[in-house]
Structures are given as structure tokens and as C-alpha cells.
């Protein structure tokens, strides 16, 4: 089969490679029908994620429809179609019971790496690098699904694929980051990033109740799309702009009631602050570019809560830890918990209620791929979300 | 004890004690130290399930090879002996076993009596705190012998590393009835690192397959 594969910092290639296969009883063996490339994936193109190898196939974000069954699968058969979320989920451990299902402790087989890492390991993720498992990923024509009971949803609606692929990863994730942010009634919110998980978490963040959503990029088409659903915007890289003082400005002086960080590890800035991180994380004395983390800390109300869906993998450097205790915030954070929400925003979705592909901006084939994450990486072609037809070839010019 | 707290509603009453030296009067000991040639791992679960469903995996010695890595073959000699034969790479190490204790859904206790590998150990399940699924406590011993050094050598793995990974093979076993696994899945080239890395991430010591049977339908 055809899957996109990664081949060492900043190298993505299309191969041919062999056909998954099933391994374990509750497997299943998915046919791809549509897969997309996610801000996630970009931590892993440009070398922030560890134990990453040449080889790995990439991609979590996928549906399909099932080709071929493990013997202890009993809700699936061969020709069901369904999304598949990122996070792999046993159903049974301690965790799973609780809803935790991305602290899984059945489903990484590499869990010593990430025990030595983190203390204990959360589930194994697909495409993710081996410390999460080293599944192979989803951006290819067939993926091997474990706990196929469990984890993928059922389609049995005549929805396109393109308006449930988003269930796999985005959408949920950007809810639980409203969730997670604890909105009441009439909150103010303010969502630093609109990329695709920004882009939910905004909508999420309405649908849970929000009175004013704040939203901050600096790329002019994901503000516009920002404000398309309703969010008042702040473009932070123009000049004379600063963050901290436009969300005191439209709150009143009082700061957001909740801020969710939908940027993540790779934050960008132009200011001193960023290239001290820069340089830092070049000389491997920090890991991480936690400017928009220290932003929302500073900007969040006093007892409010910050919610952190955006990506952090090691260690960060001055984290004003003392404003966040000084003013007794909450934070929540983590990789989603994904088969909570898959179901519940399936019905949203199936009521009308949001259509996710507003967020679509260029459909390509497998081969495509290689460049795309190129322009992925430099936000260039106004690119908002990249969905794949693993089957498409390209049209002869 | 003092009747300073009164207000206790999920309070367990105070443990004194239990098996492989958790807690010693109510105050956690640490695990036995390594010296003099000895090597020591104690590692714990919390498995959903109940003791005796943990316990009898455990005690179900042929079936060993089906959830702990590199035993190839566990065969009954005697009513409380047993031969182990493990395979790493092309190299293989065998032993005899002997059981010292037995307590169903409790405890098992053994220790190597002849052969290339010199360990003992002792296994302990009991109802977790407030019935929450059982604990599982594993407490082994080994001597610097052709098991550990085989171990270290050929898989690149800490002899105490294997036991933490057959535990947790265990656990998984018990609460979802296989062992999470990719190998072997589509890949592109791996280039030359690729197998330094294989080691470095403990993928070079194949998972145990938990089933005898089939696993596609
Ligand atoms: N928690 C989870 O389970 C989960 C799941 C999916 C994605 N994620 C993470 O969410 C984050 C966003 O994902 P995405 O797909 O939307 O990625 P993306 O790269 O498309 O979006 C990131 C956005 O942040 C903006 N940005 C960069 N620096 C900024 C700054 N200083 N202030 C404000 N905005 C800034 C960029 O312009 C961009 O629009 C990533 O870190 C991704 O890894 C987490
Ligand atoms: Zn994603
Ligand atoms: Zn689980």
C-alpha cells in the first residue's frame, strides 16, 4: 500500500510499503477512505517529539471502512464505516472505566519509554513516535486498528465522510478544551490559536454557554474564519499589539474568564522573549516554546481557569508559576480523552448544529503530501485543514 | 492507636504488614538494595480483576511462554518442579524450578534449584485498597549469572526491566485477554540507525503473542 512516511526531520516521503496486518484478537484492518494532516503532526516534521524513526508511517486522523476483523471483534464486520479516534483505548483498565481513555494502561507497548519520560504512560497513540506506542499512522490506504470493540465510531447515517473525519481528532479535541476551560453562562473566553483545534474550541466554547469568545492568530484567513462563527478577533503580530493589554481592554480590565492555549510547544513570536526560547531550545536547554503558555497565564482573571489542548512534550523555562498560584487559576489539559466525545458530537453534527468542514481548505492525494506539510509548516496557500483521499491519483494536467 | 481522628468513612484499617516488604508496621519499606553479585526488582500492579483470576495466570506454568518474554518452554517435572527454557537471539538458557509456597489466589513463592540461571522470587496478590481490583507484588531476585547477562547483552534490556514487563503483560492478560503490540506493521526504510534505535527503544525483545490460538476470524 501507499503511506506517507516520516524520514527524519523535515522529511516526509510517499513509499510503498507492506499491508498492515491483524496482530491481536480485537483488531480490525481499515480500509482509508479519507485522513488529514493535523497541527500535531508538525511537532513531529520539525523534531520536537522524541523516538521518532526513519521509516514510521504518519497520521491519526482517519476513517475508513473495515476490511477485516480480529476473532474477538463482535460490534464491527467487514464493510462497516467508521471513524477512528487517535487515542487507543482497552475499554477495561482503570482508566478507560473513568473515562481517562487517553490514560489507557493497556495499549502502548513502548510504555517503559514513556514511564522513564513522564513517571507513568498514557495510552499508545496512532502515527505518534514510539514513546506513544509506534503505531503505525493513518495517512496511508490501511491502517491496523487494535480494540476495534472500543474505539471506532460507526457511521450508519448517510453523512459524508468530510463532515465526520474531524470526530477522529479536532473536533473532540477543541471540546474538551471548552470543557476543560469550565465556562459558565455568559463567560468571556479567550482562544489563543485558530488553527483547527482553535477553530473548535471556539465553537465548542459557544456551544457550552460562552457569552464573548476572544480569538488570537496573526494569520488573516483563520481570524476571518474566526470571526465567520462569531468571535470578536486580535491579530497579535500587528504592530503595536499587545495581547495582554487588548484582552484586559475588551474584558473591562478584568481578564478572560476562562483562556484556552490552542498553540501548543511550537508557539510563534518576534519578539526578544521568543528568540530566548529559540536559542534555548537550539542550545537543548529547553524543549519547548512556551511563550503562549506564559501569555494566558499572566492574561486569565483572577480563580479563573486555563485550558491547555495546544501540544507540550518536555521541559519549559520561566513559566510564572507564581502568577498562576498568586491568582489561584485552574489548569486542565492533556490529550483528549476521545471516546467520550465522539458519539455526543456525532449527534450534534447529524442535528445540523455545526458542519465541521468549514475548516477545509485543500483536499490532495498521497502523493501530494510531501509538499503539503511544507506548506503546512509555513501556513503559506492560506491552508486552514488538509484532508486526503488516499485512493485519488492526480489529475493529468 | 490514639483516638485523635474519629472521622475516617473509607479509612482501611491501619495494614501492619504484607508479603514481599511493602510495609513494615505501617511504614513503607523500601526494596532490598543490590550487592554482592545480587540483583533485586520488587514492581507492583493494580490489575482489574480479582486476586484469583491474577493468580491463576501466574500458576498456570505451561502457558508462561504465552505472556512472559523469551520463555519458549515451561514443562512440569514434578509436583512442585518445573524446567524453564528461555531463547534470546539464538542463545538459549535453561533451568529447574522449585515452588516453596503456595497459596491459591494468595501467593507463590519459588526459587532455581539447578541449571544456567540462578534466581528466586515471590509473587503476591491481594484485594486492593477499598476493592478496587487487586495489587500484584512481585519481589525477585537474581544472580549476576548467564540469565542476567544474556539479558543485558543480547536484548539490551535490565534483567530488572523484564520482570517490570512481564507484570505489566500480566495486567494487560488479565484485564483486556491480549498483550498491545506492533510488530510487525508497514514501515518504510528504516536506514542504519534504525536498528541501534530498535534496541534503545527495548523493541528488539519480541512481545509475547498471549494466545496460542489464532487471532484473526
Ligand atoms: N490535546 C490533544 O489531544 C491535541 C489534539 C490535536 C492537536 N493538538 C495540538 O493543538 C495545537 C493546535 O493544533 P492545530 O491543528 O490547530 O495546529 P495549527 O498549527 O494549524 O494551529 C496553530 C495556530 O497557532 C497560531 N499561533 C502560533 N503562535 C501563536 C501565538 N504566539 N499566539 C497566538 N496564536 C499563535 C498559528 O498561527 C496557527 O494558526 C497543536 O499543538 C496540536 O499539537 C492537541
Ligand atoms: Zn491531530
Ligand atoms: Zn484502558
Known sequence: MKAVCWMGKSKVETLTVADPQILNPHDAIIKITRTAICGSDLHLYDGFIPTMEAGDVLGHEFMGIVEETGKAVTNLKRGDRVVVPFTIACGSCAFCKK????????????????????????????????????????????????????????????????????????FPTGYMAAENAQIEPGDTVAVWGCGPVGQFAIASAFMLGAGRVIAIDRLPERLQMARSIGAITVDYSEEDVDVLTALKDLTGGMGPDSCIDAVGLEAHSSDLKGLYDSVKVA?????????????????????????????YGGLLDKVPFGAAFGKGITMKMGQTNMHKYMKPLLNRIQQGQIDPTYIISHRITLDEAPDMYKIWRDKKENVTKIVIDPWATKQAA | MSDALKEKPNAESLPKSNGAAVLIDGHYAPPPADKDGKLWVRTSARIEAEPQQCYDIWRDLENI??????????????EKTSHWVMRSGDKTIEWDSEILADEPGKRIAWHSIAGDAQNAGEVIFEKAPTGRGAFVTVLQ?????????????????????????????????????????????????????????????????????????????
Not at chain 1, 283 to 298: F, K, M, N, S
Not at chain 2, 67 to 74: G, H, L, R
Not at chain 2, 153 to 178: C, D, F, S, W, Y
Request: glycine letters at 10%.
Open chain 2, 141 to 217: 531476585e537474581f544472580r549476576m549469572g548467564k540469565l542476567a547477562t544474556a539479558w543485558e547483552t543480547l536484548i539490551g534490556r535490565n534483567p530488572k526491566q523484564a520482570v517490570i514487563e512481564n507484570l505489566r503483560h500480566l495486567k494487560a492478560m488479565a484485564e483486556t485477554g491480549e498483550i498491545p503490540r506492533i510488530e510487525p506493521q508497514p514501515h518504510g526504510q528504516r536506514g542504519t540507525v534504525g536498528e541501534m534505535k530498535k534496541s534503545l527503544y527495548g523493541e528488539k525483545v519480541p512481545v509475547p503473542s498471549g494466545t496460542k490460538e489464532r487471532v484473526s476470524a
Open chain 1, 283 to 311: 542550545l537543548l536547554l529547553e524543549t519547548d516554546r512556551p511563550i503562549v503558555l506564559r501569555q494566558a497565564i499572566q492574561a486569565v482573571r483572577k480563580g479563573g481557569t486555563l485550558s491547555i489542548p495546544g501540544v
Open chain 2, 65 to 78: 511462554p504465552s505472556w512472559q518474554e523469551e520463555i519458549v518452554e515451561v514443562r512440569r517435572t514434578g
Open chain 1, 99 to 170: 473515562q481517562l481513555w487517553s490514560a489507557c494502561d493497556n495499549t502502548n507497548p513502548n510504555a517503559h519509554l514513556m514511564e522513564a519520560a513522564y513517571g507513568y504512560s498514557g495510552s499508545g497513540l496512532f502515527g505518534y513516535s514510539h514513546m506513544m506506542g509506534g503505531y503505525a499512522g493513518g495517512q496511508a490506504q490501511y491502517a491496523r486498528v487494535p480494540f476495534a470493540n472500543v474505539g471506532p465510531l460507526k457511521i450508519e447515517s448517510d453523512l459524508p465522510d468530510e463532515k465526520v473525519l474531524f470526530l477522529s481528532d479536532i
